[in-house]
């Protein structure tokens, strides 16, 4: 697979729920995550796979419905940028997602998130 649709089955097995296969499958074990802000549940710089894990796994606990769907993809090399639809009970937004491939899996992502609108759709 080339970078491009490393990063398509990336968001198709997460759409599905599938986290296992997600971390097993498509991110590398040293991968580093970036999400800006500082008063987001996720944000900071998060290194390794067991970081992104654990990050991760804090989506279901503050959003519910929480949906992303890539609406495009750009690629150059091991480089993809995916512009993508964000939903979940009172949100609706546009994410943009920067990806970077090594070995075959995702070594970083780094996230242009609407954290405003994320963060006003956490579940009080």
């Known amino acids: 697979m080339d970078a491009k649709e490393i990063v398509k089955r990336g968001y198709e097995l997460f759409g599905k729920g599938d986290m296992e296969t997600f971390f097993n499958e498509i991110v590398h074990d ?3 995550w970036v999400y800006p802000g500082d008063k987001h549940p996720m944000s900071g710089t998060h290194k390794g796979k067991e970081a992104m894990m654990k990050t ?4 279901p606990q503050q959003w519910s419905n929480f949906s992303v769907t890539p609406e495009f993809m750009i690629a150059e090399g ?15 937004t546009i994410f943009g997602h920067y990806f970077e491939i090594k070995d075959g899996k995702m070594s970083m992502f780094m996230a ?4 405003l609108s994320m963060y006003n759709a956490i579940k009080k």
């Open 78 to 92: 091991d480089k993809v940028f995916a512009k993508c639809k964000a939903t979940a009970d009172g949100m609706e």
């Open 112 to 115: 242009f998130d609407d954290t």
């Open 56 to 59: 991760m796994s804090l989506i």
């Open 30 to 32: 040293e991968i580093t």
